[in-house]
């Protein structure tokens, strides 16, 4: 299934980091699927709007690179992703402006309790499952020339 997620960086080089709703100490990107006939980019500027509630002219597109997949488990397969057997994702790394408005977690539905800025080395793979790691570990490494673990 293809889909986008986004590194939002604010001025001091911290990075946007979201508690899912449905799991305490479990942070991720926002991210989302792309829908049938929708470019990366226009499904990236709807996420960003639905998950945190940002408008396009909030932040600008600095760069972005797609091919990070993952399988998922038969569990979560079987359970939430109608048949989809992984993702292949395209991240966007992406400024805040200055003048932007505050993230707004509280979208209906509601994808996240909680969020904070971050700087990137300081990111963990415990926070996330297993089937996601390495692509984790992958873009913060591409993105950012971090290492995390």
Known sequence: RPNVALL???SRGRLLVCERANG???WQFPQGGVDEGESVEAALRREVREEIGLPPEAYEI???KGGYRYVFP???RKLKK???EGQEQ???LCRMREDAPPIDIEQEPREFQDHQWIKPEKFRLKWLPKFKREVY???LREFFEVEID
């Open 74 to 76: 038969p569990e979560v």
């Open 90 to 92: 395209t991240y966007f």
């Open 8 to 10: 939002l960086v604010d």
């Open 137 to 139: 570990r992958a873009v």
């Open 82 to 84: 109608k048949g989809y």
């Open 62 to 64: 600095e760069r972005s």
């Open 24 to 26: 305490d100490g479990a």
